[in-house]
């Protein structure tokens, strides 16, 4: 938590750090957050291998799956932590829409800045509670396939561990292109509302947007669902139960950082917009707020789309496997 903290507050340096850089474009914002983003994965990931290799030293895979349950024991309060991030969001909206003084606004602001902390260190911690239990599940894989270990120099096993560790890039690929697509469609349908209003032929349609989202969130999420279900079960059948073991190795490999890189960038460029609009660098309306505005609209869907589907991600891949090896490789 305090390593989230430290990268998503605008309090802190790597957030300032990025809206300093808003102020010459929004290149070097992007630029910026992509590298708080990066760096901000390191101390997670080495924590989490230090608790792996701890909890083996004392208790083996069993203590292993003891940490993995006491993260989950406390759940309860991260849930109740990460819904205060989106109640102060819509409460922010509301007094802005309902132009309700700056002086509250600011209030909301800063109470909007918080919660992106927050959210962002219960995401964090979400990915870390997943990446155990995947671990977990790593362990029952192999006892349900009736394997001792992993043979690291085997063809299948190399094979496998490719291409489970490329299944999470896919998967960023089919969520920000439906994230793309909803927001083309979108855009389309403001555009044609507004000139409609401007020329008094028609009044806004909000019901229309939130269709168009909805149905666009729903069948964006076909694709990566199904892929997400097939992959393991084809690997299992045609490469055998290394493959699928080293798919499961190499998935939370490179799913673990890639989804702590997104939870963190997003909310940093957030919050670096937040910080600007405090009065810094200009404060709104000047040309590093317009930076952070775009920074804000790129870090958005990674944080609130692609990130939250990395995590479901790991559980996803870890069920399918153990299910595949009671189902396939028991007969």
């Avoid at 909000?206 to 690997?235: D, Q």
Wanted: proline share 4%; net charge positive; aromatic share 8%.
């Amino acid at each position: 938590t305090h390593v989230t903290e430290y990268y998503t507050s605008p309090e802190r340096k790597p957030v300032k750090a990025i809206a300093k850089a808003s102020g010459t474009g929004p290149a070097v914002n992007i630029l910026s957050g992509l590298s708080v983003g990066l760096e901000g994965t390191a101390f997670p990931v080495i924590i989490f291998s230090a608790a792996v290799l701890l909890a083996y030293f004392f208790e083996g895979l069993y203590g292993i799956t003891l940490v993995a349950v006491g993260f989950l024991s406390i759940m309860a309060t991260f849930i109740s932590m990460a819904s205060y991030g989106p109640i102060v969001d819509n409460a922010n909206g509301l007094v802005t829409m309902a132009r309700m003084g700056d002086n509250l606004r600011r209030t909301m602001d800063m109470l909007d800045s918080v919660g992106n902390i927050t959210k962002a260190i219960c995401k964090v911690y979400a990915i870390g509670t997943s990446a155990l239990a995947q671990v977990a599940l790593f362990s029952a894989y192999l006892n349900a396939a009736h394997l001792s270990a992993l043979d690291a120099a085997s063809p299948k096993t190399i094979s496998g561990m490719l291409v489970g560790g490329v299944l999470s890039f896919f998967l960023c690929s089919l969520i920000i292109r439906a994230v793309s697509r909803a927001a083309y469609i979108m855009i389309r349908e403001i555009r044609r509302q507004l000139n409609g209003s401007k020329n008094g032929e028609l009044r806004p349609n909000y019901n229309r947007c939130i269709s168009i989202s909805t149905k666009a969130a729903l069948r964006g999420m076909l694709y990566p669902a199904a892929f997400s279900i097939a992959v393991p079960f084809a690997v299992g059948i045609f490469l055998g139960p290394e493959a699928l073991g080293g798919l499961m190795a190499g998935n939370l490999v490179t799913t673990l950082p890639l989804s702590l890189f997104m939870c963190i960038s997003g909310a940093a460029w957030d919050n670096a917009k937040k910080y600007i609009e405090t009065g810094e660098y200009g404060g709104k309306g000047s040309s590093a707020h317009e930076a952070s505005v775009i920074g804000d609209t790129v870090g958005d869907p990674l944080k609130d789309a692609v990130g939250p589907s990395l995590d479901i991600f790991i559980n996803l891949i870890g069920t399918i496997a153990l299910i595949s090896a009671t189902s396939i490789f028991s007969q």
